[in-house]
């Protein structure tokens, strides 16, 4: 079996950092992927690349990502709002190794510092890779605080998952649109999993094969 069948979830530590600060998931999970990913990704590339086409690598990576988002949905599509922020989560950390491995099986370095900013305009959250870095440089200096936030012990979990949930949805409104409305099943959020992953893997497959 290939690693891109298997994705470990996102880490405790990573969900601390989101539920501590939920405006600030997308830089924190896009810093936790470039530290989870980018050297896989990179042996990865040179494992597999040898002999093959880099589109049809960056193609495979794409396809295997969008089946993983599905199956992600369909594990946890069906438990309403308590499973909606760890059901965004899981598919935005994804998305994300998506993206490096796609960078990576076309020739870019996955663990180069600005792959994470770059993950970030590719979701329109910022204009240019250079703004993205600056926004990455000023969280990563609050990481250490927000891991060691003390309030989420005493504080409502629900209601935090609710509030980052819909931040996230809000925030990501262009591959998430109407996700909250309602949450009803596996197979809406199967569905919606694999079409949101698939318009992102297009788009990065676009972006990392210019030159």
């Known amino acids: 079996m290939s690693q891109l069948d298997h994705l470990d979830r996102p880490p405790q530590s990573l969900w601390d950092r989101i539920l501590a600060e939920p405006d600030r998931a997308p830089e924190y999970i896009a810093l936790a992927a470039a530290e989870r990913f980018g050297p896989a990704a990179a042996e990865w590339a040179r494992a597999e690349g040898a002999g093959r086409k880099p589109e049809k690598l960056a193609k495979t990576a794409v396809r295997k990502h969008v089946r993983l988002a599905r199956l992600e949905g369909a594990a946890l599509g069906a438990g309403g709002i308590i499973t909606a922020a760890p059901d965004l989560v899981s598919l935005v950390w994804i998305q994300s190794r998506m993206v490096f491995y796609v960078a990576a099986a076309l020739g870019h370095d996955p663990r180069d510092p ?14 240019s ?83």
């Open 114 to 127: 600005m792959r994470p900013a770059e993950l970030l305009v590719l979701y329109d959250l910022y204009e």
């Open 129 to 211: 890779r250079d703004d993205a870095r600056a926004a990455l440089d000023g969280v990563g200096k609050r990481l250490a605080q927000a891991a060691a936030e003390k309030a989420l012990r005493g504080s409502d979990r629900t209601a935090l998952h609710l509030r980052l949930a819909k931040y996230l949805a809000k925030r990501l409104s262009r591959h998430y649109a109407g996700r909250l409305i309602p949450l009803i099943g596996a197979p809406i959020a199967a569905v919606q999993n694999g079409g949101a992953t698939k318009a992102l893997g297009r788009t990065a497959l676009d972006y990392y094969a210019r030159p």
